[in-house]
């Protein structure tokens, strides 16, 4: 039996970047290439009519940009199951929060290695989530320069006290093999701790996940 095969659409106003990453993509048997597009409105356009798994979206376009693109293919039931990996020469703190906000699954720079892309294509499209290193610090960084108001009482979330630790975790960038090492837990229980997790709080990944555990408190910047 074949391996499954990975459908991916490209979405980049820029000719020559987008046929760059095609032909990287096809370089790759388990990547299909589905098709590509040059704005934010024709990669909606193209992802309810090809429903890839992945989507590689720019930021910067004319017209409809990346982060509104990303907003309309997640809350589409003609798109469901297509994930969005956001690429852009941008490292700025809110494009990052806001293509989370927006429900990407992923946000890394242009100028990654191909093989590194390769994998985060991979690991999205198994359901995971994926941040550049470096823009992970800078998120990171980012709630640490928030001005301290101190402790903060739980969030009326339904959380139990496992689920915040392992959210805690989650937040602190850990696999769920780290975490069930870190908490003396089976990996099973991980996976349906953090099932639990994204449906209590209503959260498509893991990366929405992370956003929540800073934003609440429950996670703090170099703790």
């Known amino acids: 039996m074949s391996a499954p095969v990975t459908t991916v659409a490209v979405v980049d106003d820029q000719a020559l970047v987008r046929s760059g990453f095609v032909v990287l993509l096809n370089s790759d048997p388990g990547i299909e290439v589905v098709g590509e597009a040059d704005n934010g409105q024709q990669g909606w356009d193209l992802c309810r009519r090809t429903t890839p798994d992945v989507v590689l979206m720019d930021v910067r376009m004319p017209g409809t940009d990346g982060i509104e693109a990303t907003r309309r293919i997640v809350t589409d039931p003609a798109c469901s199951g297509t994930k969005v990996l956001i690429l852009t020469t941008f ?133």
């Open 91 to 223: 490292d700025e703190d809110e494009l990052v929060i806001e293509a989370l906000r927006a429900g990407a699954s992923g946000f890394l720079l242009k100028d990654t290695r191909p093989d590194l892309l390769l994998h985060a294509i991979a690991v999205i499209a198994s359901g995971e989530s994926l941040l550049d290193p470096a823009v992970t610090r800078r998120m990171i960084e980012r709630f640490a320069a928030l001005p301290d108001s101190g402790p903060r009482p739980p969030p009326e979330d339904g959380l139990t006290a496992r689920e915040r630790e392992v959210l805690i975790a989650i937040a602190r960038g850990m696999s769920n093999d780290e975490i069930a090492t870190s908490l003396h837990m089976g990996y099973g229980t991980v996976k349906t701790h953090v099932s639990h997790l994204l449906t209590k709080l209503d959260s498509r990944d893991r990366a929405q996940l992370v956003m929540y555990a800073y934003e609440s408190g429950l996670a703090v910047p170099g703790a």
